[in-house]
């Protein structure tokens, strides 16, 4: 069957660009999407392991601004109308995942083999109702099954004996905020383990105000999903190993060469070394996606990589906002707030400035000192006019500016 568009991507981005969220949200929406038709059927074979095309990708924004949840659906909606799709449990435990790995698990012929897998698409509106992050046993087999291990996994249970499933595989799509982050995951999980093999899509903006989207939509909407479901269920079809091309070798080679030789200035080594180590595996996964969304060769080429690395690198300095408020102290903490606000309002009164953040100083001393540490670090200026204290942000913060990047022509 031909497929009815030339990149499927790019048309679930026309779908769905009459909502608010800003477009590389939809972009990695439809990533997960891909991803969770590929399942496990296709892979860049390494000798010594495979890459297989599964995300876990992380949408965060603070409440109520960009419509996480709304965004993450519109995709996964799509993938649940592709025949033989399997989706995981709302809340993830070993039993809970046990029995949905039972019922997902199914046979693909290639190469005149039968293998078995058994895959799973995960889709939480709230990260913290799915996964519980002091659960370390649960996070180490989300690390194990983004790798790619294969094999028959088994658990020991006090009533059931021994659990067992064959060829486990999940593609995980969550929406959570940065407080969230911040409060349930300990600084030792950033740059290592569970979280470098994330990928966290920020956003703190709408790209647009639509306050009733079904005014905004064309009638042919309902048309639109139908072709994106059937693509996609071509997609679902494809089997086998992605090669790569002779200039998708040379450019991997060289991209390589440099990623280790030259360190990102953007990301401090201690909190995403793990991240920088992982990051040509979250490159080729998504030169896969990028790839079949195109066509069904089964090929790599330099292009794709090239791209795949530009879509990653773009979520780089997000990632500093996302991590930034974990392992700070409460102090911290207030300053970020303080200075948050300023930053939005401009200028303001020293009063207007206590007003919004008294609740965390009933000692009005404790705030003139966090103010006056903000005035000697340059991230804020007070000045004198009458009789009023005016505040506006000092040099620092001008200089400062944490969402550099997410205004690139990509994500416009």
């Not at 206590?354 to 000697?376: L, N, T």
């Amino acid at each position: 069957m031909t497929r009815k568009h030339s990149d499927w991507l790019s048309a679930f981005l026309d779908y769905s660009s009459f909502g608010e969220a800003p477009r590389h949200f939809y972009f990695w929406t439809g990533v997960s999407t891909i991803a969770g038709a590929l399942r496990r059927k296709v892979w860049i074979d390494q000798a010594y392991f495979r890459w297989y095309p599964n995300f876990y990708i992380i949408l965060v924004a603070p409440p109520g601004i960009v419509s996480k949840s709304t965004t993450a659906g519109i995709g996964m909606q799509l993938l649940r109308k592709v025949p033989d799709i399997k989706f995981g449990p709302d809340v993830v435990t070993w039993q809970a995942l046990v029995s949905a790995f039972s019922e997902s698990t199914v046979g693909f012929e290639h190469e005149g083999e039968m293998h078995i897998m058994s895959p799973l698409t995960l889709e939480s509106s709230e990260f913290g109702n799915l996964l519980n992050p002091s659960d370390t046993e649960m996070i180490d087999l989300l690390v194990s099954l983004w790798d790619g291990k294969s094999g028959t996994f088994e658990k020991k249970t006090k009533h059931s004996g021994n659990d067992s499933v064959e060829n486990p595989w999940i593609n995980l799509l969550a929406c959570t905020t940065p407080s969230w982050i911040a409060g349930n995951f300990p600084e030792y999980m950033i740059g290592g383990g569970f979280t470098s093999r994330c990928l966290f899509v920020y956003a703190e903006q709408k790209a647009q105000y639509v306050a009733y989207p079904g005014l905004r939509v064309p009638k042919d909407l309902p048309q639109r999903a139908q072709a994106l479901i059937d693509d996609l269920t071509e997609i679902s079809k494809l089997t086998g190993e992605y090669k790569l091309t002779a200039d998708a070798v040379e450019w991997g080679e060289a991209w390589y060469k440099q990623h280790y030789s030259v360190r990102p200035t953007n990301l401090d080594d201690d909190r995403f070394g793990g991240y920088i180590a992982r990051k040509q595996t979250h490159l080729h996964k998504l030169a896969m996606i990028l790839a079949a969304s195109q066509n069904s060769d089964l090929t790599l080429t330099a292009p794709i990589l090239d791209l795949a690395n530009t879509m990653i690198t773009d979520l780089e300095p997000d990632m500093s906002n996302v991590f930034s408020k974990i392992g700070k102290s409460d102090t911290s903490v207030y300053v970020d707030k303080i200075v948050s606000y300023v930053k939005k309002v401009e200028r303001c009164s020293y009063a207007e400035v206590y007003r919004y953040v008294h609740v965390h100083f009933p000692s009005m001393r404790d705030f003139e000192d966090v103010m006056a540490g903000c005035v000697k670090t340059g991230y804020l200026r007070i000045t004198q006019e009458g009789t009023d204290l005016m505040v506006s942000l000092g040099q620092a913060s001008l200089m400062d500016n944490p969402l550099a990047g997410i205004q690139s022509l990509r994500r416009s």
